[in-house]
């Protein structure tokens, strides 16, 4: 069972900047962000493949949003820079332990083994 702990949200301006922590307590093949807010599916943000370190993030995140890992911390981090309005969201570490479905161009949701309780983004002026 894999457990996952984020911290790092918390309220910025537009245009600023947020780190993302996520420390698992498992090995996993694939580690991603999501964000959901009230009302709308939840959606994938970035994902990083634990042993290869590619990167996949969503289109509205590129340029902007920098998944990486430290693999001796078990930590995976999402750099946020030049935050939107629109990005306030609830944001969620994601595991897939053994599936190999996580990492790939569509984040898909139902690859998600394992959630972490989320952490709160708000970007406002």
């Known amino acids: 069972q894999v457990q996952l702990v984020e911290s790092g949200g918390g309220s910025v301006e537009p245009g600023g900047s947020l780190r993302l922590s996520c420390t698992t307590s498992?090995?996993?093949?694939?580690m991603g962000w999501f964000r959901e807010v009230p009302g709308k599916p939840r959606e994938g943000v970035a994902a990083?493949?634990?042993?290869?370190?590619?990167?996949y993030y969503a289109d509205f995140v590129k340029g902007r949003f920098t998944i990486s890992q430290d693999s001796a911390k078990n930590t995976v981090y999402l750099q946020m820079d030049s935050l939107k309005p629109e990005d306030t969201d609830k944001y969620y570490c994601?595991?897939?332990?053994?599936?190999?479905?996580?990492?790939?161009?569509?984040?898909?949701?139902?690859?998600?083994?394992?959630w972490g309780g989320g952490t709160l983004v708000r970007v406002s002026s």
């Open positions: 994601a595991a897939d332990r053994d599936m190999r479905r996580l990492c790939r161009t569509h984040l898909p949701t139902n690859a998600v083994q394992a």
């Open positions: 498992g090995a996993t093949i694939c």
């Open positions: 990083i493949g634990t042993d290869s370190g590619r990167t």
